[in-house]
């Protein structure tokens, strides 16, 4: 049997912040791909000390829920989840290229393939591009517009800048928007001064960030002058210096953010037959809506 | 010898058969092998012994029947060794042959797992049903309470409390009432209690088996990194007032196994909880980083006028604000000392306008510097 054990953060204070993990556990449940779906928290229970004790599995692969290389990534989860003979190198990674390192995992019998994180994955890029799409209700929405992906910044995490560098690059390659931006929340160029950076009237920004909490849904909606009160609530689109803001929250809870955890899996060897595309036409909004 | 119906459907004696044609059956008491050149099958129970040719099978005394009916369930049916260990306790197979177990699972076998009330029943083919609600809902009507038939909704119910307050602690004492999962399988409730109870179930069953893995303080503190590191300073005997304050019954209902050290046990009560809690929780970590942060200051000795009853009416805020009973002070009670008008009161008597107690400031040497200094502006 397929074990999949989705790792995130959690929090202690959000209930929200566990909110996708179980989300996208329940989209890839639902497509049979593995014979169980488990989650692990480093806040909350089951805790990553204790997550692959409750797989069953022979062949488990785990995939940190989480936008970048770092911290997290190389050093909590493999400690916690006791990958034995872990080392950072495993993945060869510059920063943002990370696959699997396939290591026995001293809480259980057994070997796991450690997947790299989800927000640093190619198809990340198509979930950001979903999220422009459900938040314009346009399934062809590009002409005219602008792209933003907010980021942190680097003040924690330089890999954190590389991620929403390596997305906004490959959204504008697409050619889809007249204008793809990065932008950060602790240094240039910032989110706050949104409006400065494009010259298209419509703007999309969405924040490459897991979960909503508090800084997608109470800094960057005040920052970029969306709402003077985030409890009052902001309309989508919202008018900001003569531009219109279609502002998208986390990206991370956008459905199809469950295919890119299905690619990391691929990835290191899962066999998910058509899961891929069956998500990826589960959860795009235009097509639920032509089967409505 | 009486011989009745057994009830054995035909899917369970192929299944039978078949694995008698690869080796013997010995499990909960049913003994049973297949003599191929007698062509017979041999069957032992406690208090029966049988031999019977394959069509003769279905005509098996019930109490025999029985027996091979929870074989089936437990060997065909019941996914995985932890699933087959929880499904057993939750019937206290290991107190009762399985007789006397058909006859209490036929009006159903209870069992407590934290706040969860379990019961078990059976069918006539012996496959196992299950329920779970609130222990609260034991005597409530099941069209009384919510009906749930995902075990993942669990997952849901218990993430808030019954006043909509976030439970970042699945295990704590405060799962809301009002539902009902009235018609499980044996895989089901596995999934619906590992859901309300994260990985309690598996702990439980490493402790059964005598291999739960123990990771004590001292163990917690050397693998903390980070911001977490803090929790190096924490004294030993702050762990002992952590340990006091988040893992007693009243917060969580883990068993707490862990202590200071193998060597050096806490003085705290572990609790009664039937699964263990195996290390520090990042609950505690994270309180214990903040504990770590004030256990650096020095203490300082304050002088307060207060009357008597005043300084037993502090104390009796901090027990009600410690043990959760603020809500229970009916508003016109007066007479409780953390009732909040008395606290009110208690506020406008002794705090000045900086909201110091008694007038005296938190760091008098702080305060004395500024009051030189507003001299010397003068």
Not at chain 1, 235 to 254: K, M, S
Request: glycine share 6%; with cysteine.
């Amino acid at each position: 049997m397929q074990s999949l054990v989705i790792v995130a953060h959690g929090s202690h204070l959000n209930p929200d912040s566990a909110t996708p993990t179980h989300t996208h556990a329940d989209t890839i449940r639902a497509t049979s791909a593995f014979g169980e779906v488990r989650t692990g928290f480093w806040k909350e229970q089951p805790s990553l000390r204790e997550v692959l004790r409750t797989a069953r599995g022979e062949d488990i692969y785990v995939v940190p829920l989480f936008i970048s290389e770092g911290y997290f990534t190389e050093r909590v989860i493999p400690r916690e989840l006791r990958l034995e003979g872990w080392d950072p190198d495993l993945w060869d990674s510059d920063g943002i290229s990370a696959d699997t390192a396939t290591l026995p995992a001293g809480d259980i019998d057994n070997e796991v393939h450690y997947c790299g994180p989800v927000g640093t994955h190619e198809a990340m890029t198509d979930v950001l591009i979903r999220r422009a799409v459900s938040v314009t209700g346009d399934e062809h929405v590009g002409d005219g517009f602008g792209f933003a992906v907010v980021g942190h910044g680097t003040e924690r995490n330089e890999n954190s800048a590389k991620a929403i560098e390596y997305h906004t690059d490959r959204i504008r390659e697409t050619g889809r928007f007249d204008e793809v931006k990065a932008l950060f929340m602790d240094e240039e160029p910032e989110v706050d001064d949104v409006a400065d950076h494009f010259d298209t009237e419509d703007i999309i920004v969405v924040p490459l960030f897991i979960a909503d909490g508090f800084h997608t849904q109470e800094d960057i909606p005040e920052d970029m002058g969306l709402t003077d009160d985030y409890r009052k609530g902001y309309d989508v689109p919202a008018e900001v210096d003569g531009h219109r803001i279609w502002y998208g929250g986390a990206v991370g809870t956008e459905e199809l953010t469950a295919d890119v955890i299905l690619e990391r899996a691929a990835d290191a060897g899962a066999d998910i037959g058509d899961a891929i595309a069956r998500v990826r036409q589960q959860t795009n909004p235009t097509t639920e809506a032509a089967g409505d | 010898m009486s011989t009745i119906e057994s009830g054995l459907s035909a899917t369970q004696l192929a299944a039978f058969r078949e694995h008698l044609t690869e080796e013997p059956i010995e499990y909960d008491g049913l003994i049973a092998n297949h003599d191929a050149d007698e062509a017979v099958y041999h069957i032992e129970t406690p208090d029966r012994e049988t031999s019977v040719a394959a069509d003769e099978l279905s005509t098996l005394a019930a109490e025999q029947a029985a027996y091979l009916t929870n074989w089936y369930f437990y060997t065909q049916q019941v996914g995985g060794e932890v699933t087959r260990a929880f499904c057993r306790w939750l019937e206290l197979a290991d107190e009762r042959p399985v007789p006397d177990r058909y006859a209490a699972l036929e009006n159903g076998i209870d069992r407590e797992w934290g706040q969860l009330a379990v019961t078990t029943t059976i069918s006539d083919n012996g496959s196992r049903r299950y329920e779970i609600r609130h222990v609260d809902d034991s005597d409530a009507a099941a069209d009384a309470l919510t009906t749930h038939t995902d075990p993942l909704d669990a997952r849901d119910i218990g993430t808030l409390d019954a006043d909509d307050r976030y439970r970042p602690l699945r295990t704590a004492p405060s799962l809301t009432a009002g539902w009902l999962f009235a018609d499980l399988t044996a895989n089901e409730v596995y999934e619906a209690v590992e859901a309300f109870y994260p990985a309690t179930i598996v702990n439980w069953h490493r402790e059964q088996r005598g291999e739960l893995d123990v990771d004590h303080w001292r163990d917690e503190q050397d693998r903390q990194s980070g911001i977490y590191n803090l929790i190096t300073v924490l004294p030993d005997e702050a762990v002992d007032w952590a340990a006091a304050a988040c893992c007693d019954d009243s917060q969580c209902l883990k068993r707490r196994e862990w202590e200071l050290s193998e060597a050096e046990p806490l003085t705290a009560e572990g609790g009664d909880g039937v699964f263990p809690c195996r290390e520090p929780c990042s609950m505690v970590v994270a309180a214990g980083r903040e504990w770590a942060k004030l256990e650096r200051e020095d203490t300082q000795t304050y002088e307060f006028a207060l009357t008597p009853s005043e300084k037993e009416q502090i104390e009796a805020i901090i027990d009600a604000v410690a043990d959760d009973t603020v809500d229970e002070i009916r508003e016109a009670d007066v007479s409780e000392a953390a009732n909040r008008y008395r606290v009110r009161y208690l506020r406008e008597k002794r705090f000045d306008e900086a909201g110091n107690l008694a007038g005296t400031p938190t760091h008098p040497e702080d305060h004395d510097e500024h009051a030189d200094s507003d001299d010397t502006d003068r």
